[in-house]
Nanobody
């Protein structure tokens, strides 16, 4: 089992940057595929980015391609979401998620239902 704690959310002006972090507990972080999702008020939770166990393969939603970067540091049990050129429509609660994937190190998962564990979320607000 793994517990996830997000941090780094804040109020930022449009065009600015933020880096979100998700710290995972437990000794098996390196066997979990990770994802970032977001949920705006009144909307469904959607995938933002995902990364495989190995970190070699990544996925991005079309809306964030070229602006966001997901990465992981297995030695620090942490996954990051670097966000740049932020837009007001990026405003949402951002969630980190984990899926056990010990035997598929190169696989990422982009579906919400594919994940087993979730953090509590961190608020990102982008002002225009």
């Amino acid at each position: 089992q793994v517990q996830l704690v997000e941090s780094g959310g804040s109020l930022v002006q449009a065009g600015g940057s933020l880096r979100l972090s998700c710290a995972a507990s437990g000794r098996t972080f390196s066997s979990y595929a990770m994802g970032w999702f977001r949920q705006a008020p009144g909307k469904e939770r959607d995938v933002v980015a995902a990364v495989s166990v190995s970190g070699s393969n990544t996925y991005y939603a079309n809306s964030v391609k070229g602006r966001f970067t997901i990465s992981r540091d297995n030695a620090k049990n942490t996954v990051y979401l670097q966000m740049s050129s932020l837009k007001p429509e990026d405003t949402a609660v951002y969630y980190c998620a984990a899926r056990a994937s010990a035997y598929a190190s190169g696989t990422y998962y982009s579906g919400l239902a594919m994940y087993d564990y979730w953090g509590q979320g961190t608020q990102v607000t982008v002002s225009s």
